[in-house]
Protein backbone atom coordinates (compact mmCIF):
# COMPACT_ATOMS: atom_id res chain seq x y z
CA UNK A 1 0.00 0.00 0.00
CA UNK A 2 3.00 2.31 0.82
CA UNK A 3 4.83 1.71 -2.37
CA UNK A 4 1.40 2.39 -4.02
CA UNK A 5 0.72 5.13 -2.73
CA UNK A 6 4.49 6.92 -3.15
CA UNK A 7 3.63 5.98 -7.09
CA UNK A 8 0.85 7.78 -7.07
CA UNK A 9 2.45 11.24 -5.62
CA UNK A 10 5.20 10.76 -8.00
CA UNK A 11 2.49 10.91 -10.47
CA UNK A 12 0.44 13.63 -9.38
CA UNK A 13 3.98 15.40 -9.25
CA UNK A 14 4.44 14.84 -12.39
CA UNK A 15 1.45 15.77 -14.14
CA UNK A 16 1.36 18.67 -12.10
CA UNK A 17 4.53 19.22 -13.70
CA UNK A 18 3.84 18.66 -16.93
CA UNK A 19 0.68 21.20 -16.55
CA UNK A 20 2.37 23.61 -15.32
CA UNK A 21 5.05 23.25 -18.15
CA UNK A 22 2.18 23.15 -21.15
CA UNK A 23 0.74 26.72 -19.95
CA UNK A 24 4.26 27.91 -20.97
CA UNK A 25 5.93 31.50 -19.90
CA UNK A 26 3.58 33.72 -18.78
CA UNK A 27 3.62 37.50 -20.65
CA UNK A 28 0.88 39.04 -19.17
CA UNK A 29 -1.41 39.58 -16.22
CA UNK A 30 -4.21 41.74 -15.65
CA UNK A 31 -6.06 41.10 -12.22
CA UNK A 32 -7.68 44.40 -13.13
CA UNK A 33 -7.53 45.40 -8.98
CA UNK A 34 -5.88 48.84 -9.74
CA UNK A 35 -6.33 50.34 -13.36
CA UNK A 36 -7.44 49.43 -16.66
CA UNK A 37 -4.51 51.70 -18.10
CA UNK A 38 -3.15 48.53 -20.49
CA UNK A 39 -6.57 49.07 -22.47
CA UNK A 40 -7.42 51.33 -25.22
CA UNK A 41 -11.17 52.14 -25.75
CA UNK A 42 -13.21 52.56 -29.13
CA UNK A 43 -17.16 53.24 -28.38
CA UNK A 44 -19.46 54.11 -31.02
CA UNK A 45 -21.38 56.02 -28.52
CA UNK A 46 -19.58 57.69 -25.69
CA UNK A 47 -21.75 59.40 -23.94
CA UNK A 48 -23.81 56.16 -23.00
CA UNK A 49 -20.84 53.33 -22.65
CA UNK A 50 -18.64 52.69 -19.63
CA UNK A 51 -15.66 51.28 -18.95
CA UNK A 52 -14.73 50.86 -15.68
CA UNK A 53 -13.10 48.75 -12.42
CA UNK A 54 -15.73 46.41 -10.56
CA UNK A 55 -14.47 43.80 -8.14
CA UNK A 56 -11.42 42.86 -9.70
CA UNK A 57 -13.01 43.08 -13.13
CA UNK A 58 -13.19 45.48 -16.20
CA UNK A 59 -16.63 46.46 -15.95
CA UNK A 60 -17.48 47.52 -20.35
CA UNK A 61 -21.09 48.43 -20.81
CA UNK A 62 -21.96 49.22 -24.24
CA UNK A 63 -24.91 51.17 -25.80
CA UNK A 64 -23.48 50.37 -29.25
CA UNK A 65 -20.97 49.02 -30.64
CA UNK A 66 -17.21 48.80 -28.56
CA UNK A 67 -13.97 47.70 -28.77
CA UNK A 68 -11.64 47.28 -25.92
CA UNK A 69 -7.73 47.10 -26.92
CA UNK A 70 -4.79 45.16 -25.33
CA UNK A 71 -1.87 47.51 -26.04
CA UNK A 72 0.89 45.33 -26.33
CA UNK A 73 1.41 43.48 -29.37
CA UNK A 74 1.23 39.64 -29.49
CA UNK A 75 3.32 37.77 -31.15
CA UNK A 76 4.50 33.91 -32.15
CA UNK A 77 2.78 30.78 -30.06
CA UNK A 78 0.66 31.94 -27.49
CA UNK A 79 -2.34 31.37 -25.32
CA UNK A 80 -4.71 33.34 -24.34
CA UNK A 81 -6.97 33.00 -21.39
CA UNK A 82 -10.01 35.04 -19.46
CA UNK A 83 -12.94 34.69 -17.95
CA UNK A 84 -15.84 36.56 -19.05
CA UNK A 85 -19.83 37.49 -17.70
CA UNK A 86 -22.28 38.94 -19.16
CA UNK A 87 -24.56 40.96 -17.06
CA UNK A 88 -28.28 40.62 -16.76
CA UNK A 89 -29.17 42.64 -14.19
CA UNK A 90 -32.22 44.93 -15.96
CA UNK A 91 -29.42 47.72 -16.67
CA UNK A 92 -30.04 49.75 -19.86
CA UNK A 93 -27.38 47.74 -21.55
CA UNK A 94 -28.04 44.24 -19.92
CA UNK A 95 -28.79 42.14 -23.42
CA UNK A 96 -27.42 39.14 -23.48
CA UNK A 97 -25.64 39.27 -26.65
CA UNK A 98 -22.13 39.30 -28.38
CA UNK A 99 -19.22 37.85 -26.56
CA UNK A 100 -16.89 38.87 -28.81
CA UNK A 101 -12.94 38.78 -29.37
CA UNK A 102 -10.91 40.24 -32.37
CA UNK A 103 -6.82 38.48 -31.98
CA UNK A 104 -3.64 38.63 -34.12
CA UNK A 105 -5.35 42.17 -35.24
CA UNK A 106 -3.19 44.01 -37.82
CA UNK A 107 -3.32 46.89 -40.22
CA UNK A 108 -0.85 46.86 -43.16
CA UNK A 109 0.08 50.25 -43.39
CA UNK A 110 -0.28 51.36 -39.36
CA UNK A 111 2.15 50.00 -36.94
CA UNK A 112 -1.48 49.32 -35.10
CA UNK A 113 -5.30 48.92 -35.52
CA UNK A 114 -6.38 51.37 -32.75
CA UNK A 115 -7.71 54.53 -33.80
CA UNK A 116 -11.81 53.98 -35.28
CA UNK A 117 -14.96 54.52 -33.90
CA UNK A 118 -16.27 51.17 -32.42
CA UNK A 119 -18.62 50.64 -35.62
CA UNK A 120 -18.14 47.29 -36.32
CA UNK A 121 -17.55 47.60 -40.21
CA UNK A 122 -14.95 50.03 -39.23
CA UNK A 123 -12.63 47.09 -38.87
CA UNK A 124 -13.74 45.24 -41.91
CA UNK A 125 -9.99 46.30 -43.79
CA UNK A 126 -7.75 44.44 -40.51
CA UNK A 127 -6.13 41.17 -40.55
CA UNK A 128 -7.42 39.54 -37.81
CA UNK A 129 -9.49 36.61 -36.77
CA UNK A 130 -12.92 36.76 -35.03
CA UNK A 131 -15.03 34.93 -32.59
CA UNK A 132 -18.82 36.26 -32.47
CA UNK A 133 -20.63 34.21 -29.74
CA UNK A 134 -24.28 34.76 -29.27
CA UNK A 135 -24.28 37.09 -31.81
CA UNK A 136 -27.06 38.95 -33.65
CA UNK A 137 -29.43 39.40 -30.12
CA UNK A 138 -28.33 35.50 -29.27
CA UNK A 139 -28.61 33.68 -32.02
CA UNK A 140 -25.40 32.22 -33.79
CA UNK A 141 -22.00 31.73 -32.73
CA UNK A 142 -19.59 32.44 -35.59
CA UNK A 143 -15.95 32.21 -36.62
CA UNK A 144 -14.51 34.74 -38.85
CA UNK A 145 -10.90 35.46 -40.31
CA UNK A 146 -10.55 39.00 -42.08
CA UNK A 147 -8.53 39.97 -44.44
CA UNK A 148 -7.65 43.34 -45.29
CA UNK A 149 -9.52 43.93 -48.78
CA UNK A 150 -12.60 43.82 -46.45
CA UNK A 151 -13.38 39.82 -46.98
CA UNK A 152 -14.56 37.94 -43.28
CA UNK A 153 -15.93 34.47 -44.45
CA UNK A 154 -17.78 32.44 -41.61
CA UNK A 155 -15.65 29.53 -41.63
CA UNK A 156 -18.00 28.29 -39.52
CA UNK A 157 -21.12 28.84 -37.30
CA UNK A 158 -23.70 27.17 -34.61
CA UNK A 159 -27.33 28.36 -34.15
CA UNK A 160 -28.02 25.23 -31.33
CA UNK A 161 -28.81 26.30 -27.70
CA UNK A 162 -25.72 24.73 -26.28
CA UNK A 163 -23.50 26.95 -28.42
CA UNK A 164 -25.24 30.43 -27.39
CA UNK A 165 -25.14 32.56 -24.34
CA UNK A 166 -26.55 31.96 -20.94
CA UNK A 167 -26.75 35.60 -19.05
CA UNK A 168 -25.10 36.02 -15.71
CA UNK A 169 -22.96 32.88 -16.35
CA UNK A 170 -19.33 33.17 -15.65
CA UNK A 171 -17.14 31.89 -19.05
CA UNK A 172 -13.74 30.85 -19.32
CA UNK A 173 -12.14 31.58 -22.77
CA UNK A 174 -9.06 30.13 -23.84
CA UNK A 175 -7.72 31.33 -27.49
CA UNK A 176 -4.72 29.60 -28.92
CA UNK A 177 -2.14 30.16 -31.99
CA UNK A 178 0.51 27.77 -32.37
CA UNK A 179 2.29 27.20 -35.36
CA UNK A 180 -0.62 27.86 -37.64
CA UNK A 181 -3.10 25.66 -35.30
CA UNK A 182 -5.77 28.28 -33.90
CA UNK A 183 -8.04 26.71 -31.82
CA UNK A 184 -10.86 28.60 -29.77
CA UNK A 185 -12.65 27.05 -26.41
CA UNK A 186 -15.22 28.06 -24.33
CA UNK A 187 -15.51 26.41 -20.48
CA UNK A 188 -12.84 24.08 -22.41
CA UNK A 189 -15.12 23.05 -25.02
CA UNK A 190 -13.67 23.28 -28.40
CA UNK A 191 -15.78 25.50 -30.33
CA UNK A 192 -13.50 26.08 -33.33
CA UNK A 193 -9.67 24.57 -34.87
CA UNK A 194 -8.33 25.80 -37.64
CA UNK A 195 -4.95 24.76 -39.50
CA UNK A 196 -3.89 28.15 -40.80
CA UNK A 197 -1.60 27.54 -44.28
CA UNK A 198 -0.88 31.43 -44.39
CA UNK A 199 -1.53 32.32 -40.46
CA UNK A 200 -1.82 35.48 -38.97
CA UNK A 201 1.14 35.55 -36.63
CA UNK A 202 1.56 38.71 -34.73
CA UNK A 203 -1.06 41.55 -33.83
CA UNK A 204 -3.60 42.56 -31.40
CA UNK A 205 -6.09 41.33 -29.11
CA UNK A 206 -9.59 43.02 -28.11
CA UNK A 207 -12.94 42.81 -26.08
CA UNK A 208 -15.17 43.32 -28.71
CA UNK A 209 -19.41 43.67 -28.34
CA UNK A 210 -22.35 45.87 -29.45
CA UNK A 211 -24.98 46.69 -27.15
CA UNK A 212 -23.72 44.70 -23.79
CA UNK A 213 -22.74 44.33 -20.66
CA UNK A 214 -19.92 42.28 -19.80
CA UNK A 215 -17.49 42.06 -17.27
CA UNK A 216 -14.07 40.25 -17.76
CA UNK A 217 -11.19 39.33 -14.95
CA UNK A 218 -7.81 36.99 -14.80
CA UNK A 219 -6.34 38.13 -18.74
CA UNK A 220 -3.28 36.51 -19.04
CA UNK A 221 -1.12 35.76 -22.34
CA UNK A 222 1.43 32.79 -22.03
CA UNK A 223 4.25 32.11 -25.09
CA UNK A 224 3.99 28.37 -26.06
Known amino acids: MKKILIILCVFSSLLAFSQKENAGKLLYSENFNKDWTNWIVEFEQVESSTIGLIDNKLDISSSKGAT ?12 ITYNATLVDAGGKNDRVSDLNAFWMASEPQKEN ?53 IGNKTYTIKIVLNNGLIQYYLNDELYWELKDETPYKEGYFGFRTTISHQQFSNFKVYQL
Do not use: Q
Not at 68 to 79: A, C, D, E, Y
Not at 126 to 141: D, I, P
Not at 144 to 150: E, F, H, I, Q, T
Open 68 to 79: VWFNHKLSGNIM
Open 113 to 165: PFGRNGHFEAYDNLNLYYAGVGGHYNKYTRFRKYNSNGEKPVLKEYSDAPHLL
